[in-house]
């Protein structure tokens, strides 16, 4: 069974910086793309960055110069540095794998989610 484990969410001030990780667990050949999205409190769950097997990114235009995203083919796992945070971008933060091709499962797959939340 494929499951994705999200880490490194929680409190941070304005400006300050926190890392997301993301690890797809079970018996997983490939994954073609990973990313992040986010979903804050009474608004819909939207992009924030997706990175493919061969490294090209694609970000939002609000984390832009912000945020950087990357990954680990090895380990199958996606990070997500986040940094100048601000308190808008305070949301539950979920990870998602994309074209997932496992010995028993395939398809896409969404981790529980991270909450992380800017204030001071």
């Known amino acids: 069974q494929v499951q994705l484990v999200e880490s490194g969410g929680g409190l941070v001030q304005p400006g300050g910086s926190l890392r997301l990780s993301c690890a797809a667990s079970g018996r997983i050949f490939t994954i073609d793309d990973m990313g992040w999205y986010r979903q804050a409190p009474g608004k819909q769950r939207e992009l924030v960055a997706t990175i493919t097997s061969g490294g090209s990114t694609n970000y939002a235009d609000f984390v832009k110069g912000r945020f950087i995203i990357s990954r680990d083919n090895v380990k199958n796992t996606v990070y997500l540095q986040m940094n100048s945070l601000k308190p808008e971008d305070t949301a539950v933060y979920y990870c998602?794998?994309?074209?997932?091709?496992?010995?028993?499962?395939?398809?896409?797959?969404w981790g529980q989610g991270t909450q992380v939340t800017v204030s001071s």
């Open positions: 998602n794998a994309e074209r997932v091709l496992g010995v028993n499962n395939q398809g896409d797959f």
